[in-house]
Nanobody, 121 residues
Framework: QVRLVESGGGLVQAGGSLRLSCAAS????????MAWYRQAPGKQRDQRDLVALITIGGTTKYADSVKGRFTISRDNAKNTVYLQMNSLQPEDTGVYYC????????????WGEGTLVTVSS
């Protein structure tokens, strides 16, 4: 069984920083793309927006709203993805979900349980 476990969320004032981590564990053959999604307040889980994505080769993609403020990185040896969030703003508030394409017996899509980030003004 594969699990994604996030950590690092919390309450921060506007202008502050947080670092999220997500570790994949279980019977993993390999991990392909890893990403962070955000569920904004008042939205449903199926309305999560992509915040940042990183391929196994290190290519990154960011939502326009976080470019220049957030940095996604990964440690392939640890099957872990990170999201460094700087200059946080109240509109960054939400539940952040880790996502990964993981090869077990077949390539599947896996989600973490989410970690809450609250940015106060």
């Amino acid at each position: 069984q594969v699990r994604l476990v996030e950590s690092g969320g919390g309450l921060v004032q506007a202008g502050g920083s947080l670092r999220l981590s997500c570790a994949a564990s279980g019977s993993i053959a390999s991990v392909s793309n890893m990403a962070w999604y955000r569920q904004a307040p008042g939205k449903q889980r199926d309305q999560r927006d992509l915040v940042a994505l990183i391929t196994i080769g290190g290519t990154t993609k960011y939502a326009d709203s976080v470019k220049g403020r957030f940095t996604i990185s990964r440690d392939n040896a640890k099957n872990t993805v990170y999201l460094q969030m700087n200059s946080l703003q109240p509109e960054d508030t939400g539940v952040y979900y880790c996502y990964a394409n993981i090869l077990v017996s077949a390539l599947g899509k896996y989600w973490g349980e989410g970690t809450l980030v609250t940015v106060s003004s």
